[in-house]
């Protein structure tokens, strides 16, 4: 094999990843639309029920202290980890914490749903988000 051949090779291999991140790329941006058209569907129907909506807190990712985030919405799990504000934002409350959060509070970035929850978490621990946004609506202002 020669040196041309070498980089021919080289240069293929460029482009095959290449092509292969585009189209992971392109899978997450359709996974992400479908997803926030999930969540912003949850947040019609939640409004359009009545569901008492609540203010958000969020926890450190220690697990020791809960910190108050200025946001209002709806948690959509009974860990109280992910939520939805009114706006139709997607959270992850969990955050660094420490005096700073105590004092003044938390600010959680929202995140891009995911279409599953949990994906790649301990066997039992994921489900998808269609289902987990379902069962929050299902049960109304009764939930933890």
């Not at 279409?115 to 946004?133: A, K, T, W």
Request: glycine content about 14%; charged content about 30%.
């Amino acid at each position: 094999m020669g040196e041309g051949d070498g980089h021919q090779w080289r240069d293929q291999r460029q482009r095959a990843v290449r092509a292969h991140a585009a189209a992971d790329e392109r899978r997450r941006a359709v996974e992400q639309a479908e997803a926030a058209q999930l969540v912003a569907e949850f947040v019609d129907e939640a409004t359009r029920r009545g569901l008492r909506t609540t203010p958000l807190v969020a926890g450190s990712y220690s697990g020791g202290g809960r910190y108050r985030t200025g946001l209002t919405g709806w948690y959509v799990d009974r860990a109280g980890t992910r939520a939805v504000d009114v706006e139709g934002r997607f959270y992850l409350l969990t955050v660094p914490g420490g005096l700073r959060s105590r004092l003044f509070g938390a600010t959680p970035q929202p995140h891009p749903a995911p279409l599953i929850v949990g994906e790649g978490g301990r066997d039992g621990d994921s489900v998808p988000l269609r289902e987990l946004l379902t069962r929050r609506l299902d049960a109304g202002d009764d939930w933890p």
